[in-house]
């Protein structure tokens, strides 16, 4: 089978399009026909040997992970519950950039056969992340929502879902007037652009200076750093990524946090085990948008599977609105945009 491997870190010229066996499931695994593979910041991080999660620390030569989205064509020893032929979805953090892959049984979920291939990669990880961190801080009805990198393949998704749940004002941010423009389709309120120095005074001007109950942080350092300041009273704030560079939580003053501010990270595998029914119901609230096209994912590019230093290039240049997914050819049916 075709996989891209890495065996060594820099930049997307490591990213090799080889030949290699078909992997085997293993004990409580199914193995994956893959349709459509996602790619996202995060792996250009793996790339770059600066993703921040201890756990990924791979030997080379290495296949990177990411959404994937397929048939189940073999069972490893001990998986009940899933059939072969089954479609399905899962997050893994290797092996993603393959024709078939290996995952965990216990992280795969269904796709409706009707569904999209491309639009059913938000499935696995972007979406039940948008909804898990919309969840971890209680957004209520009717409270004001800030949402970070709202052009990027999660936070678009968590835009259309803050609506959706009934939020007041939804603030986005984004790098750029073009992507800022993006979010207001979305359906956010009002759209910063956080390259300027002076969005903060643009986030309390949209709250008429009483600040925001709910912050949505993907991007880390000083952007974590001054959203805690933007705080309403009992507001929290989410952290779930380090786009921005920053690999550690910033300084913040203990007097910010007693003026009844609060501040959280958040990962995908600790909300899956902490909370497996709501995120499974999750699942389900999504996968329903998804077919009624309540929440769409936009599909900035989808490419060949040899094509994945292209997908890298598009994603580091930060230039994308959504999505870019890589085809291994078996998808029967793909929407989306060309790079």
Known sequence: MRAVRIHEYGGPEVLRTEEVPIPEPGPGQVLI???AVSVGFAQTQMRRNVFPAPMWRPEFPVTLGGDVV????????????????????????????????AVDADTVLPVPAELDAAQATALPAP??????????????PG?????HAAAGGIG???VQLARLAGAGTVIATAGTPEKCAYARTLGADVAIDYSRPEWPDAVREATGGRGVDVILDSVGGDVL??????????GRLVFYGSAGGGLGIPTVSPMELIGMRFLTGFAL??????????????????TAHLLAGTVRQTVHATLPLEDVGKAHEIVE?????GRIVLLTGRATRTTGGAA
């Open 143 to 147: 409270e004001s929502v800030l949402v």
């Open 127 to 140: 979406g039940p992340i948008a909804m898990g961190t919309m969840g971890t801080a209680g957004l209520a």
């Open 317 to 321: 240049s930060r230039a994308q609105s």
């Open 33 to 35: 026909a893959a349709e």
């Open 70 to 101: 397929g048939e189940v064509v073999a069972l490893g020893p001990g998986v009940t519950g899933i059939a072969t032929g089954d479609r399905v979805g899962a997050f893994t953090l290797h092996g993603a950039y393959a024709e078939y892959v």
């Open 225 to 234: 750093r001054q959203g805690v300041g933007l705080l309403a009273p009992f």
């Open 269 to 286: 595998s600790a909300w899956r085990n902490a909370r497996p029914e709501r995120y499974r119901a999750d699942h389900d609230t999504l």
């Open 156 to 158: 678009h998704l968590a």
